[in-house]
């Protein structure tokens, strides 16, 4: 199973990144993906996940309304749509699947590798 996160890089605060995730070695359609993203000297915080099903997606406090995530299961590709970035949104992000739905890390059996996201103000 492998996850490659894509699309991360530097913007300026207000602007806006979309984060791709390729998915191989399993069939998506059946997998709960989320997105997480860890700052430096920080714990790795949830951002969104969407179920394999619906699909139901629920958001971290911290990006509600700001952030989408969407899936394209024929294609393999998960993404997190990024708007209204601010300088504390700086991290990397990472691209995670589960065949259950959660929103811990601890419960994800796949990651990405990450992609940084820099958002200078």
């Known amino acids: 199973v492998q996850l490659q996160a894509s699309g991360g890089g530097l913007v300026q605060a207000g602007g806006s990144l979309r984060l791709s995730c390729v998915v191989s070695?399993?069939?998506?359609?059946?997998?709960?993906m989320a997105w997480f993203r860890q700052a430096a000297g920080k714990e790795r915080e949830f951002i969104a996940v969407?179920?394999?099903?619906?699909?139901?997606?629920e958001y971290g406090n911290a990006v509600k309304g700001r952030f989408t995530i969407s899936r394209d299961n024929a294609a393999n590709r998960v993404y997190l749509q990024m708007n209204h970035l601010e300088p504390e949104y700086t991290a990397i992000y990472f691209c995670?699947?589960?065949?259950?739905?959660?929103?811990?890390?601890?419960?994800?059996?796949?990651w990405g590798q990450g992609t940084q996201v820099t958002v200078s103000s």
């Open positions: 969407s179920s394999w099903a619906g699909p139901t997606t």
């Open positions: 995670a699947a589960n065949d259950n739905w959660s929103r811990y890390a601890r419960a994800f059996a796949y």
């Open positions: 070695g399993i069939d998506l359609s059946r997998y709960t």
